[in-house]
């Protein structure tokens, strides 16, 4: 027994004289869609986006247990969600800092030894809670922007009277304040994008957010160093393009859509260089083609601010330049409106975009005037659109319908009941999709910009050159 205690005071000693940050908590959260939480994970802030530091299997106690050899003082986040704010926890770190901590439910409270600044941050997380709980959590709740903005400019008197009382780390308060700036706009900016009961006209808004703008956000690059930074600004942009208002038909006809227009509509009223430049990358997640990605690069590159922004740029371009996959369509066979049986090799010869759909997918609909547009602009070209319908059998009439009402022109086919031809080769999981087929036979993309994209004509015009 002597010999098992020693050997523990000696695993002390040198755990307790390492540089690390220790944190103990126990997470007590109802299961949610019936799942059990069995781990919880430690995330670091990197460039306004959450990533994954440690994981930590909770204890039949529900225990969990971090040690980190953390050297940058800075926002943590402790919870199961690298994409938003639900189930997850913000604490502020320094080096060899200690954190004990109780999560019950939708709520955290500190326990034991902690640090001032994070009783700092418990103090804010408690006032500002109301407003996170029915942003957040708003499933809980059938709440509006009837009650949520009277409780908004409520909470905002209380909010500007928030003193802080601990003033002794510099770094911490100028963290502190911009972190409290951001944090309510995460919570209203969550509120406005989460399903409601009732959504609110313009005369609707209060003051706090007809003040939102993009430029008074990017003011400062501490919007990187926010856990959810780059959703604000995506929620900003959102926001504001929703909210655009034409008056005359002039201002109508230059109302800015679509990928690429609206980047350059935001980009010069982004404030800070290095919060511009990380626009810049995440936007390339939305490209879906090589030609797409050189046409990007060659316009928005100049918006990168730092080696290292150039440097994952560079990367990103490594990555998908195979986003192409050069092997031959996979073959189907389904009857047009006229009972005629039709195969896609029938087409060989021409660029085929393929167009799989059905008459109940409402984001499947919202593509075709789109379609329409670009079927008539390539029109006595090699090019041919075809359109599979993946409607239920017994909604043929239905289908039928649909193609006499909307005028659709291309090919029209139905797959009905023979749907898995092409839903199981080509790995198709949702709709619409969109696939680009070349005048050989072989795939260029399946799955294809969509039909409203800069990006599909630049894939196009590039395989009819071929």
């Given at each position: 027994?002597?010999?098992?205690?020693?050997?523990?005071?000696?695993?002390?000693?040198?755990?307790?004289?390492?540089?690390?940050?220790?944190?103990?908590?126990?997470?007590?959260?109802?299961?949610?869609?019936?799942?059990?939480?069995?781990?919880?994970?430690?995330?670091?802030?990197?460039?306004?986006?959450?990533?994954?530091?440690?994981?930590?299997?909770?204890?039949?106690?529900?225990?969990?247990?971090?040690?980190?050899?953390?050297?940058?003082?800075?926002?943590?986040?402790?919870?199961?969600?690298?994409?938003?704010?639900?189930?997850n926890f913000v604490f502020y770190l320094n080096?060899?800092?200690?954190?004990?901590?109780?999560?019950?439910?939708?709520?955290?409270?500190?326990?034991?030894?902690?640090?001032?600044?994070?009783?700092?941050?418990?103090?804010?997380?408690?006032?500002?809670?109301?407003?996170?709980?029915?942003?957040?959590?708003?499933?809980?709740?059938?709440?509006?922007?009837?009650?949520?903005?009277?409780?908004?400019?409520?909470?905002?008197?209380?909010?500007?009277?928030?003193?802080?009382?601990?003033?002794?780390?510099?770094?911490?308060?100028?963290?502190?304040?911009?972190?409290?700036?951001?944090?309510?706009?995460?919570?209203?900016?969550?509120?406005?994008?989460?399903?409601?009961?009732?959504?609110?006209?313009?005369?609707?808004?209060?003051?706090?957010?007809?003040?939102?703008?993009?430029?008074?956000?990017?003011?400062?690059?501490?919007?990187?160093?926010?856990?959810?930074?780059?959703?604000?600004?995506?929620?900003?942009?959102?926001?504001?393009?929703?909210?655009?208002?034409?008056?005359?038909?002039?201002?109508?006809?230059?109302?800015?859509?679509?990928?690429?227009?609206?980047?350059?509509?935001?980009?010069?009223?982004?404030?800070n260089p290095l919060v511009r430049g990380e626009?810049?990358?995440?936007?390339?997640?939305?490209?879906?083609?090589?030609?797409?990605?050189?046409?990007?690069?060659?316009?928005?590159?100049?918006?990168?601010?730092?080696?290292?922004?150039?440097?994952?740029?560079?990367?990103?371009?490594?990555?998908?330049?195979?986003?192409?996959?050069?092997?031959?369509?996979?073959?189907?066979?389904?009857?047009?409106?006229?009972?005629?049986?039709?195969?896609?090799?029938?087409?060989?010869?021409?660029?085929?975009?393929?167009?799989?759909?059905?008459?109940?997918?409402?984001?499947?609909?919202?593509?075709?005037?789109?379609?329409?547009?670009?079927?008539?602009?390539?029109?006595?070209?090699?090019?041919?659109?075809?359109?599979?319908?993946?409607?239920?059998?017994?909604?043929?009439?239905?289908?039928?319908?649909?193609?006499?009402?909307?005028k659709l022109g291309g090919v029209q086919l139905?797959?009905?009941?023979?749907?898995?031809?092409?839903?199981?080769?080509?790995?198709?999981?949702?709709?619409?999709?969109?696939?680009?087929?070349?005048?050989?036979?072989?795939?260029?993309?399946?799955?294809?910009?969509?039909?409203?994209?800069?990006?599909?004509?630049?894939?196009?015009?590039?395989?009819?050159?071929?």
């Amino acid at each position: 027994m002597k010999k098992v205690l020693l050997l523990l005071f000696s695993f002390c000693g040198i755990f307790c004289m390492s540089a690390q940050t220790i944190i103990n908590g126990i997470w007590n959260r109802d299961p949610e869609w019936g799942k059990k939480n069995t781990k919880v994970s430690l995330f670091e802030v990197e460039n306004g986006i959450l990533k994954e530091l440690a994981a930590s299997n909770l204890s039949p106690q529900n225990e969990f247990l971090f040690a980190i050899n953390q050297t940058n003082p800075a926002f943590y986040v402790i919870g199961t969600s690298l994409l938003s704010s639900v189930n997850n926890f913000v604490f502020y770190l320094n080096p060899n800092d200690r954190l004990n901590v109780i999560i019950n439910n939708d709520r955290y409270k500190l326990v034991g030894d902690n640090t001032p600044q994070n009783k700092e941050m418990e103090r804010w997380y408690n006032l500002q809670f109301p407003l996170e709980d029915k942003a957040v959590y708003f499933t809980k709740y059938l709440s509006s922007y009837v009650d949520y903005f009277p409780l908004l400019e409520e909470k905002l008197e209380d909010i500007d009277a928030f003193k802080p009382e601990y003033l002794d780390d510099v770094v911490f308060n100028a963290a502190f304040e911009k972190y409290r700036e951001y944090n309510i706009l995460n919570d209203v900016l969550t509120f406005l994008n989460t399903p409601r009961t009732a959504h609110p006209q313009d005369e609707d808004y209060p003051d706090y957010i007809n003040r939102i703008s993009l430029s008074k956000i990017t003011d400062s690059p501490a919007l990187l160093n926010y856990p959810y930074g780059m959703s604000i600004l995506e929620r900003t942009r959102y926001l504001k393009n929703r909210r655009l208002k034409a008056k005359t038909p002039e201002e109508e006809a230059k109302k800015i859509d679509g990928f690429y227009e609206s980047l350059r509509r935001d980009i010069p009223e982004i404030q800070n260089p290095l919060v511009r430049g990380e626009l810049v990358l995440k936007a390339t997640k939305g490209l879906k083609s090589v030609e797409g990605l050189l046409q990007y690069n060659e316009e928005f590159t100049k918006f990168l601010a730092n080696d290292d922004q150039k440097q994952r740029m560079h990367q990103i371009m490594v990555e998908k330049s195979d986003m192409g996959d050069g092997i031959i369509a996979f073959d189907f066979k389904f009857p047009d409106v006229n009972g005629k049986e039709v195969k896609l090799s029938d087409f060989k010869g021409k660029v085929v975009y393929i167009d799989v759909w059905a008459t109940w997918c409402g984001p499947c609909i919202k593509e075709i005037p789109d379609l329409k547009k670009l079927e008539a602009e390539y029109h006595n070209k090699d090019v041919d659109f075809l359109s599979v319908s993946v409607d239920k059998q017994d909604d043929y009439k239905k289908w039928e319908a649909f193609l006499i009402k909307e005028k659709l022109g291309g090919v029209q086919l139905f797959a009905g009941d023979k749907k898995e031809e092409i839903v199981k080769p080509y790995d198709i999981s949702g709709i619409p999709r969109f696939i680009l087929i070349g005048k050989d036979g072989k795939i260029i993309y399946t799955n294809a910009p969509r039909p409203g994209s800069s990006e599909i004509k630049l894939l196009l015009d590039a395989a009819l050159k071929k």
